[in-house]
């Protein structure tokens, strides 16, 4: 039985319900790509599917409307894979597990991918609709948006003639957004020696319970990052003369979500004292619930300690190295907007941090997203980061990289889109920049004189398991989208 059966937008519903049974994390989205022609092609509409598996569906204007400027709505196919530690679900092949409760749609323990679900779900049923006036209308959904928004940087333009675009991927209602920042994504990764040692203790520490959450728009949320804790922890027991040595460090799933799980395994010789050990874990997280009582105060640690006979692991010297590199790095709010009150300029999330051994070698590898609203500021940050990469004998690999998007002084879309908000809801709309990447930018860069602005309904908590659709706003802001398709130049 569907479970968002009779919720309002139904034919909205519908289609989000129908996309939520189709696996869509990044680099997986041929399914629900596939699934979007073939509805494009059974309501008699010109498709395009692209090698990068973008979408661009056609739908003519209504009648009488054929002289109007022609409008492109869009979002972006795939969605974060995000979820709690005891779920078993299968992002590769399994539905989500939809569940509706005091107004709210959430998936069960996993993330929802209402970011950005729900906007090619309206623009389906929009052209599903026969009753909905409208100017031309082209529909792009794009992939790898999650990832360097890579569907974006790889769409050829040759075949979308609109030039004004409304992007449904924003997730406060009541916010236009006309600008955003750019960024890109390093990875770096040191390689590290491994050696044979004697009998001693294997410590297992985990970090859990931290809200996570997007790594641009909650950046200034004060949230704890739990790969930046765990580091944190072993820096303390380095600086206290135990000479641990790194076995592994995983955290985090996606470089643009802030982590909220990590854990890491150090040997340590039979000689050392565990209890001293365990002492300086315990207060160093004491010490981080504190610092962040008011934010993130869910941080639970758990620690292993077993016996083992001749153990590999890295030297002590490349231990300190790996610690060394990701403390010396920075974390979250880099520098708030001087022009804009509240707004953040420049900031990077260490998202992801993985541990591969091959050839009697330990690889680290920790990425990172980057975000400023200034183009001399992400050069001065990348340059900052090579540099450490270079002084702790680590390499750096520069990825995703894209553009911001100005504000445009001169916007009837805005104006529009304003005039038609004022009229539904009785006040005027909050118009902004957000410290976050959007498509609309790489797209200005492709479609010449492009007029822009972003918005959607209320999504609590994307990127984390918790994330959850407000539906009365879904219902409100697809009346918006309606509203403004239907009034006429």
């Known amino acids: 039985m569907s479970v968002l059966e009779n919720i309002n937008p139904v034919e909205v519903m519908r289609y989000f319900e129908k996309l939520s049974q189709i696996p869509r994390g990044s680099r997986n989205e041929k399914a629900v790509s596939d ?31 054929e002289d109007e400027p022609g409008v492109i709505i869009q979002g972006h196919l795939d969605m974060v894979c995000v979820k709690d ?7 590769e092949t399994d539905p989500l597990d939809l569940k509706v409760k005091d107004g ?50 790889a769409l050829e333009a040759g075949n979308i003639h609109n030039r004004r675009l409304l992007n449904i991927d924003s ?55 739990a790969n930046v804790a765990m580091v944190r922890i072993l820096k303390n027991l380095l600086q206290a003369d135990f000479d641990i040595r790194l076995n ?10 802030i982590p909220k799980e990590c854990r890491c395994e150090f040997f340590l010789e039979a000689d050392k004292n565990s209890v001293e050990i365990t002492k300086i874990v315990e207060d160093t997280v004491k010490g981080m619930k504190r610092e962040y009582a008011a934010s993130d105060a869910g941080l639970n640690c758990t620690i292993e300690v077993e016996s083992v006979d001749e153990r590999t692991a890295m030297t002590v010297g490349d231990t300190k190295r790996v610690v060394g590199l990701m403390t010396a790095i920075p974390d979250g709010i ?31 590898s920790t990425v990172y997203a980057l975000r400023s609203s200034l183009a001399a500021s992400i050069k001065e940050l990348k340059g900052k980061l090579s540099f450490m990469a270079e002084c702790f004998d680590a390499s750096c690999q520069v990825s995703g990289e894209y553009p911001g998007w100005e504000y445009r002084s001169d916007s009837p879309l805005r104006d529009k889109m304003i005039a038609v908000f004022e009229e539904q809801y009785g006040h005027k709309p909050v118009v902004e920049s957000i410290h976050a990447g959007l498509e609309c930018g790489i797209l200005s860069e492709k479609l010449d004189d492009l007029d822009a602005v972003s918005f959607g309904p209320n999504i609590i908590d994307i990127h984390s398991a918790r994330e959850k659709l407000d539906i009365a706003s879904v219902e409100r802001v697809w009346k918006y989208l309606v509203g403004v398709l239907e009034r006429k130049d």
């Open 35 to 65: 699934y979007c022609v073939e509805e494009a092609k059974r309501l008699g509409l010109e498709v395009w599917q692209d090698e990068a598996n973008n979408v661009i569906i056609h739908k003519p204007a209504t009648k009488g409307r």
């Open 85 to 91: 530690e005891d779920s078993s679900h299968n992002f």
């Open 104 to 153: 709210y749609i959430y998936a069960e323990k996993t993330s929802l991918g209402g970011d950005d679900g729900i906007a090619v779900a309206c623009a389906l049923a929009l052209l599903a609709s026969d009753s909905i006036s409208h100017p031309d209308v082209e529909c792009i959904f794009t992939t790898g948006e999650e990832i360097g928004l890579l569907g974006a940087v």
């Open 171 to 225: 997730e406060v209602e009541g916010v236009l957004t006309v600008g955003c920042a750019g960024g890109c994504k390093i990875k770096l990764t040191t390689k590290n020696e491994c050696e044979k040692l004697q009998a001693g203790k294997l410590y297992a520490v985990e970090l859990n319970g931290i809200l996570g959450g997007h790594s641009g728009i909650m950046i200034d949320k004060g949230r704890l990052n």
């Open 248 to 257: 592994s460090i995983t955290g985090g799933n996606a470089d643009n979500a």
């Open 334 to 364: 880099v520098k708030m907007s001087h022009d804009i009150p509240g707004l953040v300029e420049t900031s990077l999330n260490c998202g992801v941090v993985k541990t591969q051994t091959c050839d009697g070698m330990t690889e680290v």
